[in-house]
């Protein structure tokens, strides 16, 4: 009996562009699989192709001049072993949807990044996180995985059963394969709560008293504008496990109303701040699932420091104060755990993200990066991968002790480098 052919898969013209607007992807055609068996045979008869996720980086990682995939019209998959506290989930799936999700089995992430719209797929890839001392990277949940390589086939990895090679292959800037699905560590489900609180003193800018900030909760972030203080903290803290923190603390005084990152924007968009206990879902994040938090008219950057180097850092940057803020909408700090990822921006050491949301001026915000970046240079920054930089390649390749067995896998993997693009080309080289 001849076999069914798999039914024809829908092809965008192009691309388009990021949810910025400032990254074009390429000419395409995007291609737009409805299984897997469409998928393998895109890849089977490809000799270039890149995966495109939600399109939330800033930066060309997902851009192409040949053919793209995305994978928002394959199958939602979500399947729960809540024994093992796993979910396999399809990379395509949205944090927020699988959040939802895995309430429904008394389930959670253990931490979220700041936007639910994100997919799993595309955020493990590009080393995306979310905040918390005790917290690692969202790859770093990821305990197997599973890619379309470029012959065609299916290739499955797991934690315990490659640990000679699976810390390369999360996140691994799609220069491996298409990961199709990625299963997933899950913690029980909690309740949380949320403050804010504001206007910190300049006196504590000190390294001693920023790192209690940021140890005041489960999940903090920090907001500033480079004048020398702490303009607002957002503590996400476990009910029962995180000390509720009083009015005022270290200086800075709890938010009567919720807030908005940015100074005088409404906070419709955003999570409970009330201190009234919730699902995490409906905590983690700093914005609602149900909510587009900005018309995507901004640039990101940011850089990774050790967590010790934090004052020192945000005192270096803080002498530009006076020209980064006309460009700036809000800047963040937050924390990650040190992981064991190849390429993870906190590769063995403990984490302190700085974090900028520029408005959208390319030329201005490019002009000025290099000089962050030379005040940052004596603090071993490391960009994040899909956020704009302008460090020059080789000095981020010095920050990755193990790229060269990265490059060994991927030699292994794709050999032909049908998964390149100019973007990893550039930054990984080999």
């Known amino acids: 009996m001849t076999p069914a052919l798999p039914a024809p898969e829908h092809s965008l013209e192009v691309p388009g562009l990021s949810w910025s607007g400032t990254v074009d992807y390429g000419p395409g055609p995007l291609h737009a699989p409805t299984s897997l068996a469409q998928l393998q045979e895109l890849v ?26 995305t994978l928002t019209s394959m199958p939602a998959d979500l399947e729960f072993d809540t024994a093992a506290r796993t979910v396999r989930v399809a990379a395509g799936v949205r944090y927020g949807e699988l959040a939802l999700a895995a309430a429904e089995h008394g389930l959670a992430l253990a931490t979220m990044g700041s936007l639910p719209h994100i997919s799993v797929g595309g955020a493990s890839a590009t080393g995306t996180h979310g905040s918390g001392d005790r917290h690692r990277s969202l790859a770093s949940a990821v305990r197997a995985i599973e ?9 499955a990895l797991s934690r315990e059963g490659d640990p000679e090679i699976f810390d390369g ?7 491996l394969g ?11 489900a909690a309740p949380m709560r949320q403050t804010v609180h504001l206007d910190f003193p300049a006196e504590r800018m000190r390294g001693e008293d920023l790192l209690a900030m940021l140890a005041g909760g489960s999940s903090v972030s920090l907001f500033h504008r480079w004048d020398g203080r702490i303009a607002q903290a957002w503590v ?18 709890r938010a009567r109303e919720a807030v908005h990152p940015l100074p005088g924007m409404p906070a419709d968009s955003c999570t409970d701040q009330s201190g009234e206990p919730g699902p995490p879902h409906e905590r983690l994040p700093h914005f609602r699932l149900e909510f587009t938090p900005s018309n995507g008219e901004e640039i990101q950057s940011e850089y990774f420091v050790a967590r010790e180097d934090l004052a020192g850092a945000l005192a270096a940057v803080t002498e530009l104060g006076e020209r980064i803020r006309p460009l700036l909408h809000a800047s963040e700090v937050r ?3 040190a992981d064991s ?11 302190a993200c700085v974090h900028f949301t520029w408005k959208q001026l390319p030329q201005q915000v490019e002009a000025l990066l290099p000089e962050i970046e030379e005040r940052l240079a004596p603090y071993a920054p490391r960009p994040h991968w899909g956020k704009v930089f302008t ?6 390749r010095a920050q990755y002790p193990r790229l060269g067995d990265f490059r060994a896998l991927r030699d292994r993997l794709d050999p032909d480098r049908m998964f390149r693009n100019d973007y990893v080309d550039r930054l990984l080289g080999g």
């Open 341 to 351: 990822l190849w390429l993870s921006p906190a590769h063995g050491r403990d984490s």
């Open 391 to 396: 460090m020059d390649p080789a000095a981020v």
């Open 178 to 188: 298409i990961a199709t699905h990625l299963t997933l560590d899950l913690v029980p």
């Open 236 to 253: 996400k803290q476990r009910v029962g496990e995180d000390e509720q923190l009083p009015e005022t603390w270290l200086g800075g005084r």
């Open 44 to 69: 089977g008869r490809s000799s270039r192709l890149r995966a495109l996720g939600t399109r939330h980086s800033f930066s060309e990682v997902a851009a192409s001049d040949g053919p793209l995939v």
């Open 147 to 155: 890619l379309v390589t470029a012959s065609g086939e299916l290739l």
């Open 335 to 337: 924390t990650v755990a």
């Open 169 to 175: 292959a999360v996140l691994a800037l799609g220069t």
